[in-house]
């Protein structure tokens, strides 16, 4: 079996008779770290052994590395004393400003500022066991 296109590819073989596949070779390179706990995993994954998410699975994307980093922000501002108005034009739009009260109100950056930090408070109590764990 391969898997991969062009100059990532991943060869997989199987040997007839075999009841639990063993064995992967892997050739000396600079990723050979990863490529050794992904290998490690497969093998678990195979078996039916492994609980937890692949190595690849367990890596930040960037849009949650972005999205990680602005809840950081958001949580930095809180306890440095910012308003959720001060919060929104920092990290959504700087002309919320501009509105009146009653328009901040009933804006929707109001209401995100809001699930935003109840996110950013879950991750701080117990949402980065579910981060570390690549969920």
Known sequence: MIIGIGRNVLRLRFEPGLR??????LPP?????????ASIWFLRWLRGRSRVPSPEAARLTDFRRQR??????LLDGLNAGASPRELAELLIDPALSSLSAAAWADCSERKKIGRWTKEANWLVRSGYRDLLQGR
Do not use: K
């Open 68 to 73: 990680l980093q602005m809840l950081l922000q």
């Open 20 to 25: 639990e596949p063993g064995a992967i070779l």
């Open 29 to 37: 390179e600079p990723c050979a770290r990863e490529r050794t706990q």
